[in-house]
């Protein structure tokens, strides 16, 4: 199994407050993402990394911000949470942007 | 834009009996194809992938998939399934054309009688 961790699995947090999650790996893959899965809606892209300090958008952005200021870690931050985003969260790693990608466990996110 | 469709939200089928779902994309290049399963609170795990050659494509756990292109169409398929592949399947496209990171369909829900 490709070595990705994330953190913390389950939170519960209230409207308002912000939340980080954490994606950590040790293989070293140039791409890191970030996903939210929500039934009906399969996985959308909310940010992605091509390398350090280098990321970009993707479909399901807004109320979301990422950082990644060492290769083994992207982090993602909702700066006021919302009962909107209430939901699961992956971190997903590929060595091209093209490449399969290895996910990790998934972190359940509640906001009430 | 790039995009999947699966049009099977929830597909049922007997152990033993044979299974296909359905994937359709568009994409304008040469598309690469992934399928991925999704066991119960679990992340996701590459089934197989098409990114050139050989358009029928061997993947882990039994399955296989067929890359059409006229019908812009990448298929899963398995000849008997077991009770363990009761899981949620994820077909998705990218490719070197246009945005290369891939777009996931919606997923179909495999559920499998005894």
């Known amino acids: 199994d490709a070595g990705i961790t994330q953190s913390p699995r389950h939170k519960v947090t209230e409207t308002g407050t912000p939340v980080t999650l954490r994606c950590h790996q040790t293989?070293?893959?140039?791409?890191m993402y970030w996903y939210r899965q929500d039934p009906g809606h399969g996985l959308r892209l909310i940010h992605y990394?091509?390398?350090?300090?280098?990321?970009d958008k993707g479909e399901v952005s807004d109320g979301y911000s990422v950082s990644r200021s060492k290769t083994e870690d992207f982090l993602l931050t909702l700066e006021s949470a919302t009962s909107s985003q209430t939901s699961v969260y992956f971190c997903?790693?590929?060595?091209?942007?093209?490449?399969?990608?290895?996910f990790g466990p998934g972190t359940r996110l509640t906001v009430l | 834009a790039q995009s999947v469709t699966q049009p099977d939200i929830h597909i049922t089928v007997s152990e033993g009996a044979s299974l296909e779902l359905r994937c359709n994309y568009s994409?304008?290049?040469?598309?690469?194809l992934f399928w991925y399963v999704q066991s119960p609170g679990q992340g996701l795990q590459l089934l197989l992938k098409y990114f050139s050659g050989d358009t029928l494509v061997q993947g882990i756990k039994g399955f296989e998939a067929e890359f059409k292109r006229s019908q812009s169409s990448f298929n899963l398929r398995k000849p008997s399934v077991h009770w363990s592949d009761a899981a949620e399947y994820f077909c998705?496209?990218?490719?070197?054309?246009?945005?290369?990171?891939?777009?996931f369909g919606r997923g179909t829900s495999l559920i499998v009688h005894p």
């Open positions: 997903a790693i590929s060595l091209g942007g093209v490449d399969e990608q290895f």
């Open positions: 293989e070293n893959h140039r791409y």
């Open positions: 994409y304008g290049a040469t598309p690469y």
């Open positions: 998705a496209v990218g490719g070197s054309g246009g945005s290369y990171i891939p777009t």
């Open positions: 990394s091509y390398g350090v300090k280098d990321t």
